[in-house]
């Protein structure tokens, strides 16, 4: 007999957490009347959410927008993970002490064209769920996962 297994809602502390703990997002934007979904690495601090990009590019053009960004981890041996969801305004950076401190950055573009729009998102909203693994799910899924290993 499996256990139900209940979706929870992670508090804001846990996903401020979850957003310093993973370098790749996504983000949505409107483009010509359009709904788009980029990923993007970035970098998560205090209240805002920064994203290097090329200037004049697609993902310079969520300036001025409210944008949503979303991470997420998901395990699929145990059908568990969780995600994270933001919204709120994107900015332009162009406060040279704030472009100073981008630079230093532990994270950086991964895409190697010339990064030097640096995007903030301010954290308006920001909402995240988890759905754990049950015992049953974890038990089959490593017998499943042993037996698959010896057929190789």
Same mark, same amino acid.
């Given at each position: 007999?499996?256990?139900?297994?209940t979706?929870?809602?992670?508090?804001?502390?846990?996903?401020?957490?979850?957003?310093?703990?993973?370098?790749?997002?996504?983000?949505?934007?409107?483009?010509?009347?359009?709904?788009?979904?980029r990923?993007?690495?970035?970098?998560?601090?205090?209240?805002?959410?920064?994203?290097?990009?090329?200037?004049?590019?697609?993902? +310079?053009?969520?300036?001025?927008?409210?944008?949503?960004?979303?991470?997420?981890?998901?395990?699929?041996?145990?059908?568990?993970?969780?995600?994270?969801?933001?919204?709120?305004?994107?900015?332009?950076?162009?406060?040279?002490?704030?472009?100073?401190? +981008?630079?230093?950055?532990?994270?950086?573009?991964?895409?190697?064209?010339?990064?030097?729009?640096?995007?903030?998102?301010?954290?308006?909203?920001?909402?995240?769920l988890?759905?754990?693994?049950?015992?049953?799910?974890?038990? +089959?899924?490593?017998?499943?996962?042993?037996?698959?290993?010896?057929?190789?």
């Open positions: 007999m499996s256990q139900l297994r979706l929870t809602e992670l508090n804001e502390a846990d996903c401020r957490t979850r957003l310093r703990s993973v370098p790749v997002g996504r983000l949505g934007y409107v483009e010509n009347g359009v709904p788009v979904i990923p993007v690495n970035f970098y998560m601090l205090d209240e805002s959410i920064w994203i290097w990009t090329v200037p004049g590019s697609r993902g +310079a053009a969520v300036a001025g927008q409210t944008v949503a960004f979303q991470i997420d981890q998901i395990e699929l041996e145990t059908r568990s993970g969780w995600t994270v969801l933001v919204s709120g305004p994107a900015t332009a950076v162009t406060d040279v002490d704030e472009l100073v401190a +981008a630079a230093d950055f532990p994270r950086r573009p991964w895409a190697p064209e010339r990064n030097d729009q640096v995007i903030k998102i301010r954290i308006d909203h920001i909402s995240g988890r759905l754990p693994p049950s015992p049953a799910e974890q038990c +089959a899924t490593s017998v499943i996962g042993r037996a698959q290993q010896y057929r190789r």
